[in-house]
Structures are given as C-alpha cells and as structure tokens.
C-alpha cells in the first residue's frame, strides 16, 4: 500500500512527529519571479542586442537563448559587425549566467534572419 491509512487515534501521534523534525535541515531555496521572454530577430547584417524590451531586466543575472531557426547564429558581448562569437547550432539552446548585470550580449546569424527564444531571469 502506497499510503497506509491512519486511524483518528493515530493522528496525533503523526503530529508529534511532524513536530519533532529538525527545521534547521530545511534549507531556504530563491526563486526568482522577475523574468521576461520573448522573440528576437538575429540578423546577418548586423549584431543584435538580446533584451526583451528597451533596456534589460533590472538584476538580470541570467540569459537563455534559443535558435528556433535552421541557421547558425553567433553569440557575442561585442557591438562590432563580425562573425567571431560563440556559435548557437539551430535548435540548441544556452544559458548564460552573468558576473555583473550590466552585461550586454548580442546576436548575428551567419545567413539569413534567425529566430531566437529569449529569456532574461
């Protein structure tokens, strides 16, 4: 039997239990709530900044990134129009977790307009 039934009697000895546990073994878990999504367009001609909306997330300390597309496009913290950066393959996705918040990452597809899930947390 998955769950034993306990009988009324018994429910407050369940209690006793539940009450004696060690609630410093508990440990505090984070999770944060502010988070934004949405698409971007990478483009061949040149580097795209990845934010959902006109300035990043305040704290953002996190970015994923997926290439919905069926082209190579290339990641890179550098405004200049160059194919140097890391390369997301198509359908891959890649989270990006930042030492300071105020990092800026773009995008360029080696070809023709790319579609990408974007996620900043």
């Known amino acids: ?13 369940v209690k006793l239990s539940l009450d004696k546990l060690n609630h410093e073994e508990i440990q505090e878990i984070n999770i944060g709530t502010s988070f934004r999504t949405g698409e971007i367009t990478a483009l061949s001609s040149s580097n795209v900044l990845l934010q959902i909306g006109e300035t990043a997330l305040e704290g953002r300390t996190s970015l994923i990134v997926k290439n919905n597309s069926d082209i190579q496009v290339k990641l890179t913290s550098s405004t200049s129009n160059s194919d140097k950066g890391y390369s997301l393959e198509p359908g891959s996705t890649i989270k990006l977790n930042f030492t300071s918040v105020s990092q800026s990452i773009y995008a360029k597809s080696v070809g023709f307009a790319a579609s990408l899930e974007v996620t900043e947390l």
């Open 1 to 13: 039997m998955l769950f034993p039934q306990i009988s009324p009697t018994d429910l407050g000895k």
